[in-house]
């Protein structure tokens, strides 16, 4: 039976991960990665071709690891407020409990060098960016916002996207413990905009 590599693609992304959270996407190089691991670079080549590959792939398997659990609660309660409000404080609870991941998704794509991403990179962070436009389209609807009321669906933006990262950028960026009220009071602020006469 062969035994499982030494330094699998997760253990590499990791590394990328505490690299950003400390120096941001700059301080991510193939040697760095390396390095951080106690591996030999040819380890990092072996599993991702180039550094715009690393960073597409440390970019998108955090973003997806967020959305994935963003969606479930998104789409886990019928009652459309209440699930803005879940949603919202889940980005707070997210952040809490994953801080150098959140640190990381302080930064765009742009950041992590998206256009000299592939192809099949670039299609995947897409594709999750046209899920939230969709997810956000449908509770707006649920809401009651008509399609056609822009400030609406931006009301709706800045309750479940804007606010919730405001909430903890100032932290993060400090490197500072989330206040134990943070979700308290996302959930207050993202009440209070998106109340039927908001």
Not at 133 to 159: E, K, N, T, W, Y
Not at 166 to 188: I, K
């Amino acid at each position: 039976m062969a035994r499982p590599p030494r330094f699998d693609s997760d253990l590499l992304l990791d590394a990328a991960v505490r690299l950003t959270a400390a120096g941001g996407p700059a301080a991510v190089t193939m040697s760095a990665v390396a390095k951080a691991v106690g591996a030999p670079s040819g380890s990092v080549y072996h599993r991702f071709a180039g550094r715009p590959a690393l960073l597409a792939e440390v970019w998108l398997r955090t973003v997806e690891r967020f959305q994935e659990g963003y969606f479930a609660v998104l789409d886990g309660d019928a009652e459309p407020r209440r699930a803005a409000c879940s949603a919202a404080r889940y980005v707070v609870t997210w952040s809490r409990e994953h801080p150098e991941e959140a640190a990381l998704l302080l930064y765009g794509a742009a950041d992590f060098g998206r256009a000299d991403w592939s192809e099949e990179h670039r299609r995947r962070a897409d594709a999750g960016n046209a899920r939230v436009f969709a997810s956000l389209a449908g509770l707006a609807g649920a809401l009651g916002v008509p399609a056609g009321d822009a400030q609406g669906r931006d009301r709706v933006a800045l309750a479940l996207i804007d606010l919730p990262l405001s909430v903890v950028r100032r932290h993060l960026r400090a490197g500072t413990p989330l206040p134990p009220h943070a979700e308290d009071l996302t959930e207050a602020c993202t009440t209070a905009l998106l109340a039927p006469n908001g």
